[in-house]
């Protein structure tokens, strides 16, 4: 599909610009950036009312064209989500500067110094949907890193994520950096998106897609750049038969229950075969009345008579909602195999106190988080401590499970010499 | 172009046995991934009529075809070359492994212990032209970093690859490794080099291409899955006005001078207009006595009057010879931007006494190695203390710089924790 003439032209021109601004923004200083973020948050915090209207006229267009409950609720602003995005936004700016830090250094025997230090990617471009709080998450993680961004959002949106955006063009402004750091596509042409995964003719150094999985489908068949990107989230949480029962019971029913629209909610829960007259029922009761409907193979069913049958779609599954599918394995090696054969690699528990079964499982299953005794529920940024995310990626190339302000890096080599010459 | 279906089919087939061999080899124990690189230079030791018969063969038909003395030297391997793929092979197999070992680590308020450790990336592609010594440091590089790899080396080194693989299964097999660890496309059929770019039914994780600039932009244009390359190595030296005279010729005629063939040559030295009269002729004098021309502007013309005048193509050529542009610069800003506008982002190197000049130009140019007061040809992973290297990336995903043992990695999170759930 080709862009009409004038949106290519538009496009190539935020990408000659973003690459302009991102020359400038790898040298920006640690203050500069810091303070610039700070800017844009009073800037957004100022700009409320405006936003608000922004916002309740996309609301209105949105109910106008009939889309979902669940929709609305995921564009909607009010006075604390605000609060929300202004706060996210000072903690991303307090965050400790990546840009050149130090990532290792050492000497050789000829006696030259040698020092890895990171280094801005360059411009990063954003593909989002509905969201509109993803703008100013997304803006100010790519900032602070010291790259410049091509933010494109969801039509539906298009109204709020401006307002937030104008914020964050304010804080730049304040900060006397260069107000193409943070751009966002003005026009709500579906083009846009194929213009920018072919790269803005090598403007763009990598792609983040951040919504559901068509979005992201589309993005990995047809970017020409790198993209850090999960298809989605189908993750297990394996109950050992060294497993404490009323840890497993309050792990599995957070790692289920506590949102089951993230992708960090655990979809299929293992349970090993020496535990089912002590540990199954109390589990799945307690996911009931949690609200939570168990589908489960014929072991489960044995105890479990009203339970759904679990066909092999099941296990293919990332339900997004109160379901479970629930398997009996023979042991650790079973639960893993079955992990490798149909998680999508984002984040998978075992629930054991056997040191051994544990450090198997950490061995055998390579996905990007694996926990032991903790809810699934934590694969993220902010509570891996790194500030915030602009995603969670499967991949293994460059960035894998949360995407913060590090993961937004590359690095360069510093060798320092004597006048050595090489022999 | 599409494959003939025989050929795709045993594309597959090799794809599907490298993903399997990769996932055994990412729970293999460093012992045996060790004790295989030995076992496979033991072999390779006590194979070496059997290899430069197939290396005679393939020199043979190399003459018949007419190639170049400077190709026919890369083919070709004698008793000192086969010493020193083996004592390569030992090198890799002595590197400390880096599956496992922890990136980082640290502690959540909720209690959670969270560890950053070194995975197998999974399947390499390795795409290379006529120096069979590529199979033996490829299959060993990968093999040592936990990863698979399928080789698919030049039509006209094919015996003398095959004769090294052969060497490499042995110690696979002596090691108890899956063969299929190390494979080697056992066809010349160019559209093989295709099945692999497209990733093989997704079996290919990454491809390194290792070749002139003809492959390296085939496979950039071609691949759809990620690629660790570099177009070319157009390295800059700089020598300031507060660079050391004695220091600036030695550096400046190894960079250009010690190899001209290898991408860290330095091809474009900028000099300072400030020491025209002081550093100029010495360092262009010495060139020459090394057989170097000099291309030079305007200012370098009215120094030295017979030179060749350099054109803008000067600016933008890898002469891989012993041609050297020269260019007169008014400070470290004037160096800095041309390297910027200019350079491949491989290597540059400033020659310089003044601290804030070095800090300038390691902070204003964005390539992969920035060095100072020593020779780029130093832009090497033996020379890093990588022990070897796949090649050098100028890319800024996942790898740059020098392609070691620790760059064929990813990595995962493992999360300990004692019962969290999330609130």
Redesign the interface.
Known sequence: MNAPLDLAALMAEMGRKARAAA?VL??ASAEDKQKAIHAAADALDAARAKVLAANSEDMAAGAERGMSTAFLDRLKLDDKRIDGIVSALRVVADLPDPV?TTIAD?S?PNG?R?SRVR?P??VIGVIFESRPNVTADAGALCLKSGNAVILRGGSDSVRSSGAIHDALVAGLVAAGLPDDAIQLVPTTDRAAVGEMLKGLNGSI??IVPRGGKTLVARVQEEARV?VFAHLEGLCHTYVDASA?LA?AV??V???KM?RTGICGATETLLIHRDILDTHLLPILTALREKGCEVRGDAEVLARLPDAVPATETDWRTEYEDAIISVKVVADVGEAIAHI?HYSSHHTEAVIAEDPAVVERF???I??????????T??ADGG???FGGEIGIATG???A??PVGVEQLT?????????????P
Chains 1, 2 share one sequence.
């Open positions: 020359s790898a040298q050149g050492w050789r030259l040698i280094t990617l360059g150094d990598v790198p404490d840890m309050s792990v029913v957070n790692a506590r490798e950490f061995a055998g390579d996905s990007a988080i694996l926990m032991h005794n903790a809810s529920q934590f509570e891996f401590g293994k190339m460059h894998r499970g590359s690095f360069k080599y510093l060798v320092r010499g004597t006048g050595q010459t090489r």
